[in-house]
């Protein structure tokens, strides 16, 4: 089970500490983190990457950190025509998470295996899921605090990891 567990405005001398854990698929092959630029990206970001489809599930961008989880409650699994990682990376090289916003509210969810998506600026986070009508994308602020995020969505209590 993938984990992400954020402090984000937590203390004043470190405003965003992220922990990540990937270990779900630990034998999909992957590369080790390196700094990259994105095929058609201004910016290069910093992540490992998914050796199979290419994309990410934590990247540390110019302005953008994101991080993406797969479902695995009622949503999922459920495998989609497109990586789910391309959404980090798209994410990443975002100029802030108003535009994160914008490009998750216009995909089509249903093309995306279920997913659970954090991204932060220096002014917001915001968690998206595609769990609307039709797997549509649903996105929500997220105020300052701890968070956890696993394979059940942002801070459910019924998910293992946050109890």
């Given at each position: 089970?993938?984990?992400?567990?954020?402090?984000?405005?937590?203390?004043?001398?470190?405003?965003?500490?992220?922990?990540?854990?990937?270990?779900?698929?630990?034998?999909?092959?992957?590369?080790?983190?390196?700094?990259?630029?994105?095929?058609?990206?201004?910016?290069?970001?910093?992540?490992?990457?998914?050796?199979?489809?290419?994309?990410?599930?934590?990247?540390?961008?110019?302005?953008?950190?994101?991080?993406?989880t797969?479902?695995?409650?009622?949503?999922?699994?459920?495998?989609?025509?497109?990586?789910?990682?391309?959404l980090?990376?798209?994410?990443?090289?975002?100029?802030?998470?108003?535009?994160?916003?914008?490009?998750?509210?216009?995909?089509?969810?249903?093309?995306?295996?279920?997913?659970?998506?954090?991204?932060?600026?220096?002014?917001?986070?915001?968690?998206?899921?595609?769990?609307?009508?039709?797997?549509?994308?649903?996105?929500?602020?997220?105020?300052?605090?701890?968070?956890?995020?696993?394979?059940?969505?942002?801070?459910n209590?019924?998910?293992?990891?946050?109890?």
């Amino acid at each position: 089970m993938c984990t992400v567990v954020v402090f984000w405005r937590v203390h004043p001398i470190a405003p965003l500490v992220v922990a990540q854990c990937r270990d779900e698929l630990v034998d999909r092959a992957a590369t080790d983190v390196e700094r990259w630029t994105p095929a058609g990206a201004r910016a290069a970001i910093v992540s490992g990457r998914d050796a199979v489809a290419g994309g990410t599930w934590f990247a540390i961008g110019p302005r953008v950190v994101c991080a993406l989880t797969n479902r695995r409650d009622g949503l999922g699994p459920r495998r989609g025509a497109r990586s789910r990682g391309d959404l980090v990376v798209d994410a990443a090289v975002a100029p802030d998470v108003a535009a994160v916003e914008r490009a998750a509210i216009a995909r089509a969810g249903a093309e995306y295996g279920p997913f659970s998506l954090l991204a932060v600026d220096d002014a917001r986070m915001l968690y998206a899921e595609n769990s609307g009508e039709r797997d549509a994308v649903v996105v929500r602020d997220v105020e300052p605090g701890v968070h956890v995020l696993g394979n059940f969505g942002l801070d459910n209590h019924n998910d293992d990891v946050v109890r």
